[in-house]
């Protein structure tokens, strides 16, 4: 099973992207969900988590920012990245937290520039 991430693409300085995840009932029910990110170069980082009840978490150099949240009845996790600045610039994946193997996907490119 693989999580689907979506929403990516380019957007300048001080712009907004909206990801979305698709996720299977069966993983969305049972674990809290998160918001990975890779920039060339670097190693995977979490950037946001929900829990299964709502409660959230955020990298600090993201918090004010980004907001993640879940729709329960759709199996459904967003990320609404704001005010997005050049270092944002990554792959994005959602997984489960913390994360399985399994439920990589291929991510999905959010890229920062002017």
């Known amino acids: 099973v693989q999580l689907q991430a979506s929403g990516g693409g380019l957007a300048q300085p001080g712009g907004s992207l909206s990801l979305s995840c698709a996720a299977s009932?069966?993983?969305?029910?049972?674990?809290?969900m998160a918001w990975y990110r890779q920039a060339p170069g670097e190693q995977r980082e979490l950037v946001a988590s929900?829990?299964?009840?709502?409660?959230?978490d955020y990298l600090d150099s993201v918090k004010g920012r980004f907001t993640i949240s879940r729709d329960n009845a759709k199996n459904m996790v967003y990320l609404q990245m704001n005010s997005l600045k050049p270092e944002d610039t990554a792959i994005y994946y959602c997984?489960?937290?913390?994360?399985?193997?399994?439920?990589w996907g291929q991510g999905t490119q959010v890229t920062v520039s002017s």
């Open positions: 009932g069966s993983i969305f029910s049972k674990y809290s």
């Open positions: 929900i829990t299964s009840g709502g409660s959230t």
């Open positions: 997984n489960t937290m913390p994360t399985r193997a399994a439920y």
